[in-house]
């Protein structure tokens, strides 16, 4: 059972003049391939919500970092944002400078080829991103030949002024060269002049350093900030590393499965993390004093399936701090029953197993769940076992009630509810813990 | 190109023999064929000097170096003059086939769709009918059109190998369309045929020089087997190994082994100089097989003053 997302309250149309790109209500989807019959059949398959309603805006001059794990969905908005894969629903609106205002989410391939004049890339991997056959000079004034701007002698004097401006100097030694004859950093410096050669307004870094080399990092970021500056240029900085978003980054916004879980002002986010998901992505970061070595109460778990997202919020199952609205739901039961067990020797497991009868049926997201075949004193004492092993469990806190009716326990869960983004001492966050600031004014 | 002559140049071992063993073959019979006017003592069909007819299976000797056959025909001028029929025939149906095949296969793995599915039917169904049969049937088709020359039987050559370069090319098309270079050219606003010229061609094009002189060995074999049959070059249009040596099955029989032996020599001498190129190219170009060889370095020998001015360091 789906859960009904909270809808954000109206604040009226973005009127943010300084706005250079924004993303309204976005959704990407991608289609699962389903197995052999299933497509036999024609049934479809499921799909996954890379990117789940997302409500963005990235002003001009800015740095706006996108930071989450790996699956959190922040590649696919990067490549969104340039039209790269198509809006399942929502839009992207680009207000260029001399372009005026562009949907870039209903444009078609060519106005779109277009577009990349004003907007351009920068890739994770440098070895991968240029061209094998294509030597330096030719890949980095490609984008002016396809766009038909310069040729000639004019093309190799801007080759030569945008390795120049990212610091391939002498430029003479470069021209001739093939990628695998420069170092990473040279290449990922190379994708960077190929990117800003167009002079474009913005530019989405999709984890530009996280290849390299510790030493080069932080150049390489230097000089996108140096570039920033020189080229009036604006950043979507994509990145699972928070470190280097704090170097770099004027707002954050932090994803998690395909939504925005807490967005705000870098130094607001790093002195005062809200969500409990920035949190333990803040604690995650290594600290160098191996005196100062805080217990790490990270997440526990890997980020969910996207295909079928849990109830309410998110985070819920891997939340320390969630509260009874947040989403618990049947599969949170069967991951409570496989962490006893793994905590447990085997022998409990043998003794318990047949007591909870079949947990294929937990799988399917549910707010009550049933467990148990005939014997429903001895689920109820196992139920009561786990829970007494840790009391502290959020889990416990979504049980609305536990009944027995007769051939097993039934389980009934609170209704959950799933919070949008809601501004909360000056950033936004999206959690329930934080009540919205706008409803208090109102009473 | 230039990291594929210089793999070439600098191979080592095995590699380099079997390629120079296959390079001194062909280029020998390709000189043979180019210079065939003027090495050549007699035309391809000239049976008669000054209205004279030579001399009908005479033994090889010294006015007859490989003899004659029962046609009048002075054998070591029909075995020059095959070569340069063979030579042409091979190289017509390889360009043909890589100037079809390439780019079909790159369109077809960079488009997808409805597009590669209805272009590798049809290649499948191509590559699953024994060639020799297919190309018996296109020769006969094409000899309505083209006549029974050499350009027919090139083009029902290519129809066979069409689908070998469209099979690679296609495959390693597919899996290089997703590599992130190609996203790149993308994001700087290329179009599909920017990105097919440009991004995708140079990189998937790797393995056709390999298969290029592997299907010359075959496309010869395949020709003389026309030739044989009687389903490929006419006798009137140009001088054929496999015609030759079907007209010299009978007499071989009865001990006249001459028309038959010399031929059959020269088709197997040039697949198998085809083959070695070919073996070799793939030992050099193909990165799974190749091995690259260290080569120990040389120290020069050191010097009585240097060794004095060593220790004073």
Known sequence: MPTKPETPAPTGPVTSTDAVVEAHDLEVHFALQGSALARLLGRRGRTVKAIDGVNVALRRGEVLGLVGESGSGKTT??????????????????????????????????????????????????????????????????????HRKLKGAELRTRVCDALERVGLSPVERYLGKYPADLSGGQKQRAVIARAIILEPEVLIADEPVSMLDMSVRAKILQLMLDL????????????????????ICDRIAIMYLGRIVEIGPSDEIFANPRHPYTKALLKAIPEPDPDRMLPRDLPRGEIPDAAVPPLGCSFHPRCPVAVQECGWESRDLRTLLEEHWTRNPGATYDAERDMVGDLGKLDKPELSAHLGVTDSQGTLALLNRIRAENPDEPFWRGVAGIEDDGNGVRLEFHQPHDPALRPAGGVEVACVLYPDERENEKT | MRHWFNTIWNTRGLARWILVAGLVIVVAFVVLALLAPWVAPYEFNQSKVDGEKLPKLAHPSGDYWLGTNDQFYDIWSRVIWGARTALEVIFLSVAFSIVLGVPLGLVSGFVGGWVDRALVFVMDSLYALPSLLLAIVFSFLLRGPLGGGIVAAALSLTCIYIPQYFRVVRNTTVSTKEAVYVEAARAIGAPPRTIMRKYLFGNVVQSVPVIGTLNAADALSTLAALGFLGFGIQPTEASEWGYDLSRALDDAQAGTWWPALFPGLAIILLITGLTLVGEGLNETLNPALRRRRLIPVQMPAMRADDAIDARNV
């Open chain 1, 228 to 247: 920033k500056d020189q080229l009036d240029l604006s950043y979507v900085y994509i990145t699972h590393d928070l470190a280097s978003a704090k170097y």
């Open chain 1, 77 to 146: 908005l990067g490549r969104a944002i340039l039209g790269l894969v198509p809006a399942t629903a929502g839009s992207i609106t680009y207000h260029g400078r001399d372009r005026g205002d562009v949907v870039v989410s209903e444009l078609g391939s060519r106005d779109l080829r277009a577009l990349r004049t004003s907007m351009q890339m920068v890739f994770q991997d440098p070895g991968a991103a240029l061209n094998p056959g294509m030597t330096i000079e030719e890949a980095i004034g490609h984008p002016l030949v396809i």
